[in-house]
């Protein structure tokens, strides 16, 4: 007989209005203070201390306009986030400072996350949707240096790029870009080169969201469809499907893999986050708790696997906090 599916460990509400982008920070050095950072559709970022539930802080720094996206960087004082006033901000937030530093104008009118990597002490790599609908401009921060733009091939017609995930093999190695795109496409970009490695249409509408697990060289993405589509990449670099995955309702807004790699989230546009096992994709439970869309999901950093958590933030203006299978 399978469990009934947990309640939420706790529910965070205040934030008045649709929740669109979670991201945790709760590892070194401060690991006595576990943070979770929201962004939401009135423009504002809040900071959550998960000891006592409440907001610590909030950050306006987005002309009232919908936030989609928040990354720390390197630490909790340093963040980056992404707004529909078509600007990405970088805060200095130590010493209870709440003051933006610097921010690179997008231009782009879409939704679509840029994607951070590490690539060096204090340097970062940054992909965004860049001023002409197909292409992807990669800086370099926090010098906001351009490092290239990547150009479909004449007559690809691949639509606007949709989600984003900068990776690499190992640090020092190649950076490597997976893009999604309106038409379907999830395209295999070599940042240095500046050209497209392998494409592979894994869906028959814009993906919405994707993710990948380097180790095994595989990922899955979603659509507004019912289908989760899980490809991987072979030694030639090249795409291919794996297999897919028929939903119960359509419509994926988000999706991400658990950093040990056993477990994936994705949230739903019929309200609920389901939690399947990565290796073979195997349905584990459907948290049922949201009255709305769910818009995004996000798993801690937390350096012991006992302590990790599941964050969900939906239209209904409320983010569930979860502590599911967190003993495997």
């Known amino acids: 007989m399978a469990l009934p599916p947990p309640d939420p460990q706790f529910v965070l509400r205040g934030t008045s209005a649709p929740v669109h982008t979670l991201h945790f920070s709760c590892g070194d050095p401060e690991p006595d203070l576990p943070l979770l950072f929201s962004g939401s559709e009135n423009g504002l970022i809040h900071v959550w201390n998960l000891k006592t539930h409440r907001v610590d802080t909030t950050l306006d720094g987005h002309g009232r306009k919908s936030v989609y996206c928040v990354e720390t960087m390197g630490g909790k004082d340093r963040l980056l986030s992404q707004g529909r006033d078509r600007r990405i901000c970088l805060w200095d937030l130590a010493e209870g400072r709440t003051s933006v530093t610097d921010s690179v104008f997008t231009e782009h009118v879409g939704f679509c996350r840029c994607s951070l990597l590490k690539v060096a002490q204090r340097r970062w790599l940054m992909a965004m949707a860049a001023r002409s609908l197909e292409e992807v ?7 906001k240096t351009s490092v290239c733009t990547l150009k479909p091939e004449v007559g690809a017609k691949l639509g606007m790029p949709m989600c984003l995930k900068l990776w690499q093999l190992s640090c020092g190695s190649q950076p ?42 595989k990922g899955i993405s979603g659509s507004s469809e019912k289908v989760l589509s899980i490809w991987s990449l072979n030694e030639q670099q090249n795409l291919q499907v794996y297999k897919t995955h028929e939903l119960v309702n359509a419509g994926i807004s988000d999706i991400t893999i658990r950093p040990d790699k056993k477990i994936l989230a994705t949230a739903g546009w019929d309200h609920r986050i389901r939690i399947f096992g990565w290796k ?24 012991s696997p ?23």
């Open 137 to 143: 401009q990669i800086l370099e921060l926090p010098s």
């Open 176 to 217: 490597v870009l997976l893009a999604g795109y309106e038409d379907g496409s999830v395209v295999l970009w070599n940042v240095s080169m500046g050209k497209a490695l392998s494409q592979l249409i894994c869906h028959q509408e814009p993906v919405m969201s994707l993710d990948f697990d380097s180790e095994k060289a």
């Open 280 to 303: 073979k994709l195997k349905p584990l439970a459907v948290l049922d708790y949201h009255t709305a869309t769910v818009h995004c999901v996000s798993f801690s950093d937390h350096s």
């Open 306 to 328: 006992r302590e990790t958590l599941l964050a969900a933030g939906s239209k209904d203006q409320r983010i569930s906090v979860w502590s599911i299978y967190a003993q495997t």
